[in-house]
Every structure is written in C-alpha cells, then in structure tokens.
C-alpha cells in the first residue's frame, strides 16, 4: 500500500451522500486483548521516531507525531486485519499519527478536519473520480505508560453512543473546559446536532439535552459534567499496552486520569498509535455521487 493523503479521495463529511454511507456502516466499538506482544509494541513506538516523521506540539505537552503508517501496516498487516475486519485492506490510505500525552484526552471525535480538507481540493478537485471514500473505522494501540506507582494503571477510555456524521469536533459543552489545546473545531452548545447510535440510526435531537448517569460519571470520568450531557456510555475499555480499540471514526470518546477509585492520577504520560482506515461508497451512492460530479 502507497503512502497517500486520505483527503485526496474522500467526500467533504458533510455531503448527504457521504452522511448516509458511514451511517449504513457504523457499528459497536470493540477491544481486543493481548494482541500485540512487548517486543512488537517496543518497535511500533520506537518507528515513531525515524525516517521523517513531522511532530507538532499542543501547548498542554502533548507531542502528535506525523509519519508513514504504511510501515506499520505493512509490518502487522495480519494483526490488523484482523481486528479492523479483512474489508480494511480495501481502504484508499492510512490516516493518523503517534500520540504522547501528559494529560487525559478529553470529549472529541477524530474524522476529517474541514480546514485541511478544503485546502487539499486545491490538488485533487471535487469532481475527481478518485473521491468515493468516506471515514470509516479508527484503530488505537495503546504502546506503554509512564507511572511513579508500582502498578500500572492507564485509566480507561469511555466510548458513546452518539457518533455526530460530520467534520472533526471536540465537545465542551457549556463551555467548562478553557483554553482546549486543539486543531479541532470546538462545540459548546450540543442542541442541534444530529447523532447516530451504533446501528445507524437517528438518535432524536431532544434526547440530546438528557443529564449524563451521574454514578457513571463519578466512577469513570474527569471531564466535567456538563460536557456529557446528552450523552449515553456504549463501552469502557482499559488502556491496556498491546491490546488495541476498533470504532466508528465519528464516534464520541474520552479518557480519564486512571482508575477514580484510586483517588489520584495514576499515570504521568503515555504514548498511543492511531490508524485510520476508510470506506468506498456502496454502489446506490457511488452512481449518485458521479450523476453529482458529473454537474460540477
């Protein structure tokens, strides 16, 4: 597989078109343990560092490095498949990028940024033939944490229910968190957006003002309330290293700062790889879209 922008092939996120294929292809997020073993994790993080891999740095002290997950693909591409699904080998690229954070990732959906996209339709126009692709499904690895305890406790990252079909977001509802350091647009007002559950289907727009299970926020999550609101927990995994998350790229999901019963931080930084893989449109939608290009 070539090493390629994701942006050159794909509808803009919020095309009706490009809406109804990742909603007919969305589906529960999942874990699966221990597949990765210590020595494979040792080379996954260290690749981060070689070749030219571009980081950038939030002023939180989260390091996001840039660099060619063809390599690691290629290398695992059999570990991969099979958590992602054999049908991941049919993706157009491989988006994504290393993370190394000092702090919990807040409320956010990871898709396609509007302003880098719409800089690149400056190269691969809208009515190219090669743009059939939509965001599909995301691949964490967790790779190792940084702890001062003996235990090593990486928290757990909540996903819900809701998936919002649309360009990057980070959610700080009511406005709680300031100062978010991200390149994502940030969301503070939930009322109007449209989410989707794990099948698919509409989620009505007036549930999106339910209060948040309050026991469940007190026992897994440092983000505060209001930011939940609307919201409904689909799973919790731990973040365990060597044991990756397969979910829907629109799907809303945050992590915490270890275990709550803990009653303190229990990590002090640690280091993920994120992939992203992407759908071709179904071929009802394939034969809209080029009736649509072939307008342009």
């Avoid at 020595?39 to 891999?53: G, M």
């Avoid at 003996?150 to 709680?176: L, P, S, T």
Wanted: aromatic share 12%; net charge negative; with cysteine.
């Amino acid at each position: 597989m070539k090493h390629d922008e994701p942006g050159f092939y794909l509808l803009p996120m919020d095309h009706p078109i490009a809406i109804e294929n990742v909603r007919r292809h969305s589906s529960e997020a999942k874990c699966l343990d221990n597949i990765f073993s210590k020595e494979e994790l040792d080379w996954v993080w260290k690749n981060a560092f070689t070749d030219d891999s571009v980081p950038r740095l939030n002023k939180n002290g989260t390091v996001i490095i840039d660099t060619d997950m063809t390599k690691v693909y290629d290398r695992y591409k059999d570990k991969i498949l099979e958590c992602v699904g054999e049908v991941a080998a049919d993706t157009c690229a491989i988006g994504g990028n290393y993370f190394i954070t000092p702090q919990q990732y807040g409320l956010h959906m990871d898709a396609m940024r509007e302003k880098g996209y719409r800089g690149m339709l400056e190269s691969v126009p809208l009515n190219d033939k090669q743009r059939v692709f939509t965001t599909w499904k995301n691949f964490i690895l967790p790779l190792w944490m940084g702890v001062n305890d003996d235990e090593f406790d990486g928290g757990q990252i909540v996903f819900f229910e809701q998936r919002d079909i649309g360009w990057a977001k980070v959610y700080n509802g009511g406005n709680q968190t300031p100062g978010i350091a991200s390149i994502y647009e940030i969301v503070t007002d939930y009322t109007d957006i449209q989410f989707y559950d794990r099948n698919g289907a509409e989620i009505p727009r007036e549930d999106n003002a339910i209060p948040f299970d309050k026991e469940f926020h007190k026992r897994y999550l440092n983000t505060p309330y209001r930011r939940v609101q609307g919201l409904s927990a689909e799973n919790v995994f731990d973040w365990t290293p060597g044991s990756p998350m397969v979910f829907d790229a629109v799907q809303l999901h945050a992590t915490n700062e270890g275990s709550k019963d803990k009653n303190k931080k229990m990590w002090n930084s640690k280091m993920g790889l994120l992939m992203m893989f992407y759908k071709e449109l179904d071929e009802d939608l394939k034969e809209e879209w080029h009736k649509e290009q072939a307008a342009m």
